[in-house]
T-cell receptor, first 114, second 111 residues
Framework: NAGVTQTPKFRVLKTGQSMTLLCAQD?????MYWYRQDPGMGLRLIHY???????AKGEVPDGYNVSRLKKQNFLLGLESAAPSQTSVYFC?????????????FGPGTRLTVL | AQSVAQPEDQVNVAEGNPLTVKCTYS??????LFWYVQYPNRGLQFLLK??????LVKGSYGFEAEFNKSQTSFHLKKPSALVSDSALYFC?????????FGSGTQLTVLP
């Protein structure tokens, strides 16, 4: 039981490049989330999904897109990376809806945009 | 809008002493309250949560937290700190619609 895994662990991009971060969970959770963590700001929700084929915007969605084609996977895309997107990105999942249930986090992806 | 405040960016405590990490919250309706811990270069790990019932919640690694409705607080405590408790601690408040994290408190336990 691997829990929540994220690929890749580190990535460096140049401004304007695109990339996709992959999150996978093996706990059969309905809810999945993408957060970014910046110093002194805690975690901020980018997008989330309440089930296969559904996505919704979080607190800071601009510049990101997501897809949930399979229940176990949640992809985060950056179409044209900007230096402001330099951050640590965490994926999480939960069985019940987001505010009421324990969330399980992946190890994170450290992204640097030059 | 709901919010969480962790008033201390940094807490230092000597090993063996009791520790407290403070958290206050604001939310409409009954709160769901969580504590998570983050070790260096790792994701967040769940410590404990309050949904309803007893105001004193016991969690992992000997941690506990006390829910105080009148003071809208949910402080994290441990009777005897260990060096291995040194980490970044996040308080979070949830409702049916969202989970909001505080900015985090860096706990350092000195040997």
């Amino acid at each position: 039981n691997a829990g929540v895994t994220q690929t890749p662990k580190f990535r460096v991009l140049k401004t304007g490049q695109s990339m996709t971060l992959l999150c996978a969970q093996d706990m059969n959770h309905e809810y999945m989330y993408w957060y970014r963590q910046d110093p002194g700001m805690g975690l901020r929700l980018i997008h989330y999904s309440v089930g296969e084929g559904t996505t919704a915007k979080g607190e800071v969605p601009d510049g990101y897109n997501v897809s949930r084609l399979k229940k176990q996977n949640f992809l985060l895309g950056l179409e044209s990376a900007a230096p402001s997107q330099t951050s640590v990105y965490f994926c999480a999942s939960s069985y019940l809806r987001e505010g009421t249930d324990t969330q399980y986090f992946g190890p994170g992806t450290r992204l640097t945009v030059l | 809008a709901q919010s969480v405040a962790q008033p201390e960016d940094q807490v230092n405590v000597a090993e063996g002493n009791p520790l407290t990490v403070k958290c206050t919250y604001s939310v409409s309706g009954n709160p769901y309250l969580f504590w998570y811990v983050q070790y260096p270069n790792r994701g967040l790990q769940f410590l404990l949560k309050y949904i309803t019932g007893d105001n004193l919640v016991k969690g992992s690694y000997g941690f506990e937290a006390e829910f105080n409705k009148s003071q809208t607080s949910f402080h994290l405590k441990k009777p005897s700190a260990l060096v291995s408790d040194s980490a970044l601690y996040f308080c979070a408040v949830g409702s049916a619609r969202q989970l909001t994290f505080g900015s985090g408190t860096q706990l350092t336990v000195l040997p």
